[in-house]
């Protein structure tokens, strides 16, 4: 069960989730890695702009823990 808000965005290969109520809003994730972290598009997240590896790794860096990631099988 997903927590209330709480987003998902596929690529086939990863998933990423974003629990807005967590979201500091340090804008570290659109200023690194803009392809993927649009805050003036809808959906503002688009995994499929960028390597898998490096939305991992931009994901890893959010301080406040809004973005996780999700196994896929």
């Given amino acids: ?6 987003k998902h965005y596929s690529n086939g290969e990863i998933t990423v989730v974003w ?6 809003h340090s804008k570290r ?6 392809a993927v972290f649009d805050p003036k598009r809808r959906p503002w ?3 499929t702009k960028a390597p898998s590896a490096h939305i ?3 994901v890893k860096a959010c301080p406040s823990g809004a973005l996780s990631l999700l196994e896929t099988t």
Avoid at 19 to 24: G, Y
Wanted: proline share 4%; charged share 35%; glycine share 4%.
């Fill in 1 to 6: 069960m997903s927590d209330e808000g709480e």
């Fill in 19 to 24: 629990k807005p109520q967590l979201c500091q």
């Fill in 29 to 34: 994730c659109w200023k690194e890695l803009n």
């Fill in 45 to 47: 997240i688009d995994v």
């Fill in 56 to 58: 991992v790794e931009q």
